[in-house]
């Protein structure tokens, strides 16, 4: 059997298919796609996902709202009924209603020569998740920080080192010209 002249020139058929890995590795989440899952027939093999290929983040809310409603950053390619499918699935949580928003990215400014700004590139549009639990279900963000007073007590005594290691300086200024005589330092 003769090769064809297009696998001559690129050559493809002989580079090994383990070559092109790292590059699928180092594309982020968001930009890999979601692969379509073979048609169910009558008659065939049910269709098993043992690894979700989607993604969901907590947001905290940035104002007040309802204690049954949560905010979630999500894959861009989920859909409402997926979304509520990933929580009631995977954390059986039941979900009465989730809205999705499609947030713009945002430009990023860089700061070039002579100090002109301009915009590099923009970040990728994200898509925002409102999900509203259950009856009886509330969700409240926790409070990393109860104890103001131990972040206060931290903050003094990391005030008292930097004093101590600001003396030490002061002290040890010209410790590189110790060989010279104190009025000459």
């Given amino acids: 059997m003769r090769i ?13 298919p383990k070559q092109f890995r790292p590059v699928l ?3 982020p989440l968001w930009e890999r796609p979601i692969p379509k899952y073979p048609v169910y027939k009558d008659g065939g093999p049910q269709t098993r996902v043992f690894l979700c290929h989607f993604w969901m983040k907590m947001l905290k809310p940035n104002r007040r709202q309802a204690k049954d409603v949560v905010n979630f950053e999500v894959h861009p390619q989920m859909s409402k009924f997926d979304i509520k499918q990933y929580l009631e699935k995977l954390y ?11 947030a713009p ?7 070039g020569a002579k100090g002109r700004k301009y915009y590099s590139h923009q ?4 898509r925002l998740a409102y999900v509203t639990l259950g009856r009886g279900q509330t969700f409240e963000f926790p409070d990393l920080f109860k104890d103001k007073e131990k972040l206060q007590h931290t903050a003094d005594q990391n005030q008292s080192d930097e004093e101590a290691t600001e003396k030490k ?3 040890y200024k010209h410790f590189d010209k110790l060989s010279i005589p104190p009025w000459f330092r």
């Avoid at 059986?92 to 499609?102: A, E, G, N, P, Y």
Wanted: no cysteine; glycine share 2%; net charge positive.
């Fill in 25 to 27: 590795d180092k594309t």
């Fill in 123 to 126: 970040r990728p549009d994200r």
């Fill in 4 to 16: 064809p002249a297009y696998y001559m020139k690129n050559a493809f058929h002989k580079l090994d």
């Fill in 169 to 171: 300086r002061v002290a």
């Fill in 105 to 111: 990215g945002t430009p990023v400014e860089k700061e």
């Fill in 92 to 102: 059986q949580v039941s979900v009465l209603h989730v809205s999705t928003k499609l």
